[in-house]
Structures are given as C-alpha cells and as structure tokens.
C-alpha cells in the first residue's frame, strides 16, 4: 500500500511569509504527484499536477518540487485566502490512489 | 458550465446502505472517470474509488471492497456511490470528483462536486 506523509501537520505563518510544505511517499512515485488546496466547507481544488505543474488558473505563487518520494509545495508570498489545508495526493499506483493526511495553514 | 451535483444529505441508521448520486453536467460524462473521495468530521481525505462511465469498470481501495458498489447511469450523466453496512465511523462528506488527464503521464481530479453528508446514528 502507497503511504503518503506529509510534514508538518500544522503550521503558524504570517501573511507575506514564504512557505514550504513537504509530502513523502512510501515509495518511488516518479512525478504522479498532485496538491489540492481545501477552505472550510468546500471541496478540494487541484492546484499543481505532475509534481511541479500548475491546474489551469492557479497563480503564479504556488510552485510544486520533487520526484521519486520527496515532494514539497511552496507558496511564495501567503495571501489571506492561502490559509487553508493543503493534501497531496498520489497517482502512480494505479489503479489505487492515495492522499496524504494533509498539513493545515494558520495564521501566527 | 462544467460540474458535478450531488444528491442531498442522508441519515443512516447503523447496518443500513447510502446511495449517493453525483450528475455531470457541461462535459461528455464518458470521457473521463469518476472518483469518490469521503472527508470524516475533521478529517483528511480519503480515496474510496473509481468508476470508468463508459465501460462501467469499477476499483476500490482495499478499506471498502465489498462493501462499496459504484454504478452508473449514461443516460442520465449520473454516477453512483453505494455504500453497505453503515457504522457511525462511515459518518462523512462524501465527494465526487473527475479525472482529467492533462496528458499521457498526468492527471488530476479538476472538477468535484458539493458534497454530500452522510450520517449514520
């Protein structure tokens, strides 16, 4: 079974900070790795696939990194609509798939 | 306009079965698979699985199989989500999302729908 990690569960970041989110396979997924982006009582909406490609409409902020097992999400100037929980999710082990248990955003 | 509608919300009693139903619209409803995601009271999320709407292939994460039934309706867009033997831990949003395949290698689920509530007391 795929295990997805992500680190750290929560982080406190204040406005305009840059930020780093990491996400870990428990084994080689090349880079079939997604991040999705969820607010409070909405669904999930995909930001980057591919590892490192942004979804159609996402801003420039948002950068995906990594391959194999180390993935990070790196938001370059938080936005007050950043603050939200963040997952990725795997897609290599077809035909299963897998999120990570994601790593929420708070304001310090 | 591009989206999925799901059906409303549900209360279950323990040992019953939810059908959750999940309408495309704005898209060919073959084209691409259909994916069920479940989020428990403060939660991540977690994958259940998938449909193929054109063939009526189905996969499902070992958790569920056997107790999950994903279904579809090509005449009607809809895709189903069934699930059997509701305990209160089955308690959850439940979602529907598509795959879309960016291309060869890539893909990711672009369009989900509203959610539905499920809760089994």
């Known amino acids: 079974e795929m295990v997805m990690t992500q680190s750290p569960a929560t982080l406190s970041v204040s406005p305009g900070e840059r930020v780093t989110l990491s996400c870990r396979a428990s084994?080689?997924?090349?880079?079939?790795l997604a991040w999705y982006q969820q607010k409070p009582d909405q669904a999930p909406r995909l930001l980057i696939y591919?590892?490192?490609t942004r979804a159609p409409g996402i801003p420039a902020r948002f950068s995906g990194s990594g391959s194999g097992t180390e993935f990070t999400l790196t938001i370059s100037s938080l936005q007050s609509e950043d603050f939200a929980v963040y997952y990725c999710?795997?897609?290599?082990?077809?035909?299963?798939?897998?999120f990570g248990q994601g790593t929420k955003l708070e304001i310090k | 306009q591009v989206q999925l509608v799901q059906s409303g919300a549900e209360v279950k009693k323990p040992g019953a079965s939810v059908k959750v139903s999940c309408k495309a619209f704005?898209?060919?409803?073959?084209?691409?698979?259909i994916h069920w995601v479940r989020q428990a009271p403060g939660q991540g999320l977690e994958w259940m699985g998938w449909?193929?709407?054109?063939?009526?292939?189905?996969n499902s994460a070992q958790k569920f199989q056997g107790r999950v039934t994903m279904t579809r309706d090509t005449s009607i867009n809809t895709a189903y989500m069934e699930l059997s033997g509701l305990s209160p831990d089955d308690t959850a949003v439940y979602f529907c999302?598509?795959?879309?395949?960016?291309?060869?290698?890539?893909?990711?689920?672009?369009?989900w729908g509203q959610g539905t509530v499920v809760t089994v007391s």
């Open positions: 999302a598509r795959l879309y395949g960016f291309n060869k290698n890539d893909e990711g689920f672009d369009i």
């Open positions: 704005g898209y060919s409803f073959t084209d691409y698979y």
């Open positions: 449909i193929n709407p054109s063939s009526g292939g189905t």
């Open positions: 084994q080689s997924i090349s880079s079939n």
């Open positions: 591919g590892a490192s």
């Open positions: 999710q795997q897609y290599n082990n077809w035909p299963s798939y897998s």
